[in-house]
């Protein structure tokens, strides 16, 4: 057996493709370990969506060297959004770098690290087109979608699984890189992803999570039928064995009301709505092109609202973008104040070379600025969400369990990694509303939906107890508390 070490940083895009990846190279006869010095290949699935998540790679790369001089015949392989972005620049920062694949080249893997066993000592580049690099239709080839055929045991979890159904980008919100890494946008036809589903459904999975930049910007026509993202909800809902839908991320501009109804009506579907508005401001929201005012996005949030009263809605935002004055700043503060996320991840602006804002519009708030503002707006995400985390206590709810809690997952690893799981255990796994849902059970309770009382709360978390019904008397009693 030879052994593989990958580390994944950036999206679920990234998170799918390292799992697939690792299932073809599972293939060609390798087994993961957790240790990229005694690994027969390793390899980085990157981001470039910030210069942190670029910058950690090139730290991780540097700390390979010794271990490259060490083992010459060990492969190095850059995979990703970072591949694609810095291409040959990658080997000139790390010559000891073996293969450089982009996001759209990925079912070349397994033959360019068995290639680079062979004939160490040559660096292999295998990148896709840019997006000025010639015909739309060339380019739409050069980025392949890949979705090889799943297997079961490769996933985190057997009974969830992410499902693309778009690839690419073409909003090209001026800050971001990602149309340019990930090329063009194209949907993957309704037969393909329907098979996908109903194969991992057959294999015991209970939860698809559809993924896409715009994901329910998804449309596609085949066989002369015209389909919209909410008809794949209710056929992908008619999948026996299916128990839950979910998607991200979702552009606010096309949240239409054939999709919120989908989600209102359809019982698989969770009411969990992923809509990052980015900013509050709209002349922020001009700058950023991001294509819709405070107000059409105000409109959309209260139509999801008004019709399903617990749906949880989570945002985006980025602060100290080109030209963000105080003011701007303040309206997405009131933004956040009237929406009450059910959570935000807040970025500070990272420019990006390539972008639209990196050639025409300056990074002009100074760096302690961004930070104050990054934290200003953080501690009011965090006031509302656990203040609204208070409203489930004493309340019971559904969670599909996911498998062991962090701490319980930190103890075992303390403990013996490769011991069975066994005896009472601390658990975690999420509502339907998309909250984490921590309690006490046991090993055989994972994959199961189960009924759960909750006791505490915090910002990110509930903690709860199984409920025990029992048949007969109208009496139920807490479990394990
Ligand atoms: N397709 C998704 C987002 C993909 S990137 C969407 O349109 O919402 C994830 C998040 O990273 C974005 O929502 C944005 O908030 C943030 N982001 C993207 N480019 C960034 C940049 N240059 N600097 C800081 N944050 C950025
Ligand atoms: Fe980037 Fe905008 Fe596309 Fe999202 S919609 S991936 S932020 S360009
Ligand atoms: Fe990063 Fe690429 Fe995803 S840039 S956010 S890994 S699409």
């Known amino acids: 057996m030879k052994k593989l070490y990958i580390e994944t940083v950036g999206c679920q895009m990234n998170l799918l493709d390292s799992e697939l990846v690792v299932a073809a190279l599972r293939k060609e006869g390798y087994e993961l370990t957790g240790q990229a010095a005694d690994a027969d290949t390793v390899l980085f699935n990157t981001c470039s969506v910030r210069q942190h998540a670029e910058d950690k790679i090139y730290s991780a790369l540097g700390r390979l060297k010794e271990a490259k001089r060490s083992m010459p015949d060990k492969v190095i392989g850059v995979m990703g959004c970072m591949a694609q972005k810095d291409q040959k620049l990658i080997f000139s920062r790390a010559p000891f770098v073996d293969i450089v694949v982009g996001p759209g080249q990925l079912h070349q893997v397994p033959q360019l690290v068995r290639e680079a066993r062979e004939k160490p000592g040559q660096q292999r580049l295998e990148v896709s087109l840019g997006r000025t690099d010639g015909k739309v239709d060339d380019i739409k080839r050069s980025h392949e979608s890949f979705d090889p055929l799943r297997d079961p045991t490769m996933r985190p979890t057997p009974f969830q699984a992410f499902v693309r159904i778009q690839i690419g980008c073409d909003k090209f919100c001026t800050y971001c890189i990602v149309p340019s890494v990930r090329g ?259 090993p055989r309770q994972i994959g199961q939906t189960l009924s759960i009382a909750i006791y505490d709360v915090n910002l990110h978390t509930l903690f709860g107890a199984v409920v025990t019904e029992h048949v007969g008397p109208e009496v139920f009693t807490l479990a394990g508390v």
């Open 184 to 442: 063009p946008e194209q949907s993957r036809p309704p037969s393909h992803i329907l098979a996908e589903a109903r194969q991992l459904a057959s294999e015991g999975c209970k939860e698809i999570c559809l993924l896409g930049q715009t994901v329910n910007s998804w449309r596609h026509t085949e066989d002369g039928r015209a389909w919209r993202f909410s008809d794949l909800l209710y056929a992908l809902h008619e999948i026996e064995g299916i128990e839950r839908l979910r998607f991200v991320t979702s552009y606010p501009r096309d949240m239409t009301d054939d999709v919120l109804e989908a989600v209102r009506d359809l019982p698989k579907c969770v009411k969990y709505l992923h809509v990052p508005a980015q900013h509050g401001s709209d002349e922020q929201l001009r700058r950023m092109k991001r294509g819709y005012t405070v107000a059409e996005y105000r409109e959309m949030h209260d139509r999801a609202k008004r019709w399903m009263p617990d749906v949880a809605i989570t945002s985006d935002f980025i602060v100290g973008f080109s030209g963000e004055t105080e003011e701007d700043f303040q309206q997405t503060m009131d933004l956040v104040r009237e929406c009450r996320f059910k959570n935000s991840f807040i970025f500070k602006y990272s420019e990006r070379p390539g972008t639209k804002a990196a050639n025409r519009l300056p990074d002009d708030v100074p760096e302690e600025v961004k930070r104050r503002r990054n934290n200003e707006l953080l501690a009011l995400q965090n006031e509302i969400s656990e203040e609204d985390n208070h409203k489930f206590l004493g309340k019971r709810v559904e969670v599909l369990v996911e498998g062991p809690s962090k701490t319980a997952v930190r103890n075992l690893e303390r403990a013996d990694a490769n011991a069975p799981l066994t005896g009472p255990l601390q658990l975690t796994g999420r509502t339907m509303c998309d909250r984490i849902v921590v309690f006490d059970g046991n």
